[in-house]
């Protein structure tokens, strides 16, 4: 594998996850009935969505575990979330044979990162429709070119994977 299609693949995964993080964000927003000023409303109307889930490789064993992360310390892509979203959205589309037949639902993406940062593979961990996991890879691949930035444990740099949850839904 070249080191440029290593680091498309990580940015790619980068993307994915900020846009993931994004996409939960507002559509439990979007999801939410009138604003009455009381967060328990609000949660009561929240759909649940996965949270991201990140693995890493801390004795480089090909053993991933779990890690758990405060959400600032969860790795990003290299230009920043904000255009990271941007460009996941701007080549984001929902499937029309998915909202014609009222598809909803979350595709999880796995993607696997060096200690660089480069995106190294990607998969669907769970599937929706064909056509909803084809529109989420290949968003996430598209917005992920420049790559993640490096995961470090302890200040050593190790390999990562980061479940990310992508949203599909029509309301």
């Not at 290593?6 to 507002?26: D, E, G, K, P």
């Not at 009455?36 to 090909?62: C, M, Q, W």
């Amino acid at each position: 594998m070249t080191q440029n299609s290593t680091f498309y693949r990580i940015h790619t995964m980068y993307r994915l996850l900020f846009l993931s993080l994004f996409v939960i964000a507002n559509t439990a927003c979007s999801n939410s009935k009138k604003h009455t000023g009381k967060a328990e409303h609000l949660e009561s109307n929240r759909i649940e969505s996965p949270k991201t889930t990140v693995y890493a490789d801390v004795n480089f064993d090909g053993d991933y575990k779990i890690i758990e992360l405060e959400k600032e310390n969860i790795p990003e892509p290299k230009q920043g979330n904000s255009l990271w979203i941007k460009d996941f959205f701007s080549h984001f589309s929902y499937p029309v044979s998915a909202k014609e037949n009222g598809v909803q639902g979350v595709v999880i993406l796995e993607a696997s990162f060096d200690t660089f940062g480069r995106l190294v593979n990607t998969r669907i961990k769970q599937t929706l429709t064909a056509e909803c996991d084809q529109v989420a890879l290949e968003s996430f691949l598209i917005a992920t070119t420049q790559g993640y930035q490096p995961l470090a444990i302890k200040g050593i740099p190790v390999n990562y994977k980061i479940d990310l949850p992508i949203r599909f839904s029509l309301e």
